[in-house]
């Protein structure tokens, strides 16, 4: 029987929607809202052709217990939104809401040893975290612990959000460009879009040295598209290891995230059928 539950990653510039191995792409942008997200995903069910019996939906934002959208700094038509009660409300049973980098978490660590201190960090549209501690998430009192992106930055004589150096979004809007274009450009060799590429992994790489400092992890892996820039990873990695302690650098890999670009659907995924099971009457 075909896998029935439906993963969702909802970015600040796309939306890619996965079922078993099937997978489908669409733009978002600053002004996507819930009825854009609705039309979406009615039509990859249709693609489908069968009601799904759960759906996990990351987002790239705050969202509390009740999986209301609380802060989403790239998609703001999103605050406030409540998928479960309105996805429900159309027909769709079991709906999961979960902050999009606490989804690669549990896809990337999913089978991480007991015990194991470890974190994610997404680079796309903007930076987020998630973070294990000897083997139990480290969630903070409102369970919204790991926003990377708001740690302050010098940059340009100035003290900046990381998020304003090191994000995709901040990145190509100093080149002058949007997303695509500046991709384009840093994949072409342009020289101004790589000047701003290795100041982004600079500055990612210092704050991931303050993550190696702080927790002593053994493992550090990353996502996004930002980290797929030309120049990016090496800048991000000389960076962290120059400003790291000598010892606990040396225990921590640093690595890619194992699924790609599909990590966040596949850990909202994930989620879904977590909760599904919890849920599921025990015989």
């Known amino acids: 029987m075909a896998d029935a539950t439906i993963g969702v990653d909802l970015g600040g510039t796309k939306a890619l929607f996965v079922r078993g191995d099937r997978a489908s792409r669409a733009d ?5 809202a819930p009825d854009d997200f609705v039309e979406r995903l009615a039509a990859f069910v249709a693609e489908t052709r069968e009601p799904p019996s759960r759906i996990g939906i990351a987002v790239p934002g705050l969202v509390d217990g009740s999986g209301r959208v609380v802060a989403c700094d790239v998609l703001p038509a999103l605050v406030g939104w409540s998928p479960r009660t309105a996805l429900v409300d159309l027909g769709y049973a079991h ?3 979960v902050n999009d980098v606490r989804a690669a978490l549990l896809e990337e660590m999913h089978d991480a040893p007991a015990g194991v201190t470890a974190a994610v960090v997404m680079v796309g549209t903007a930076v987020g ?6 083997g139990q998430p480290l969630l903070g009192t409102s369970g919204w612990a790991g926003e990377l992106g708001y740690l302050p930055c010098a940059f340009g004589g100035e003290l900046r959000r990381l998020d304003d150096v090191a994000g995709g979004a901040a990145m190509a809007a100093r080149r002058g460009v949007d997303a695509q274009q500046f991709a384009e450009l840093a994949r072409a060799g342009d020289a101004a879009a790589l000047d701003v590429v290795r100041d982004g992994g600079a500055a990612l790489g210092t704050a991931i040295a303050a993550v190696v400092n702080l927790l002593n992890p053994s493992r550090i892996a990353l996502g996004g598209g930002a980290v797929e820039l030309p120049g990016y990873w090496s800048s991000l990695e000389h960076a962290a290891e120059r400003h790291s302690i000598a010892e606990l650098w040396r225990d921590c890999q640093l690595v890619r995230v194992r699924a790609g670009e599909r990590v ?15 849920t599921a009457p025990r015989r």
């Open 129 to 134: 975290a998630a973070l294990i501690a000897n």
């Open 95 to 97: 709906v999961e809401v």
């Open 28 to 32: 978002t942008g600053a002004a996507f």
């Open 264 to 278: 966040v659907a596949f850990g909202a995924r994930r989620a879904a059928q977590a909760a599904g099971d919890a």
